[in-house]
């Protein structure tokens, strides 16, 4: 079952708390702090556009990649409902192309911890230099280890909505520091009024900040800097996502 392939249905239900408005600003502030003005924008792991159509609103050049039809599919929606000229591209982030270089590579709600190999994660890293304009940036974000270990864990969550409801339930293992999530999900038929059940698996890798660093630094890109979520303090140890910010280096 391809990734998010029943799931994109409700995703932006059951994804309503997640802090989309306060990234977008985030990442603004970011590009203000290291003084880059961008037009073209790529964003890694788009989804159904969350963060991808706002930029869009706000007057940039987006083009949405994800791996996923399905999520691909409602960002379109959205884009056309908005009247928006995105281009989205159905590649996945480990073997994406783009057409020429780009101002700005976004990567956001842990889309990275979605590649489990180290191998992998150097290969996207490699591709990003590749496609950055001279000296662009790249931003994006991770779950950390102590949010897998402590947050996540063992943990089940659940959620209901007027039409829908859901549980996630993780097993984290740490010999392997891969987290498993697995999702089950009923939405109801409008036509029917009947409850359609289903259910994926998703994994996520869990990477120290340490083995990031060193695969941004076999990848040929200048790390620039680390921030907890939302700020511009250096991680904690119970920082539960952090934001990395990376400059092209021409290697």
Known sequence: MSIY??????YDTFMEDTPYEEWIIYIKKIWEKFGLKPNLIADLGCGTGNITIPLSKNGYELIGIDAS???????????IKENLNILY?????????????????LSICDSINYILEEDELLQVFKLVNNYLDPKGLFIFDINTIY????????NTFSQTTENS???????????????????????????????????EIHYEKAYSIEKIKELIKKSGLELLDIYD?????????DSQRVFFVVRENGK
């Open 89 to 105: 591209l159905e590649q996945d982030m480990r073997e994406f192309e783009l057409y020429g270089t780009v101002d700005c590579i």
């Open 165 to 199: 409801a859901y549980t996630l339930e993780n097993y984290f293992d740490s010999d392997e520091m891969i987290n498993e999530f697995y999702t089950n999900f009923f939405i109801k038929d409008e036509k029917t009024n009947l409850y359609h059940r289903f259910e």
């Open 5 to 10: 392939e029943n799931f994109a249905e409700v």
């Open 69 to 79: 039809f399905q999520m691909l599919s409602k960002a379109r929606e959205k884009s």
């Open 147 to 154: 949010k897998f270990e402590n947050i996540l864990s063992d």
């Open 229 to 237: 979520e939302l700020t511009f303090d250096k991680p904690k140890k």
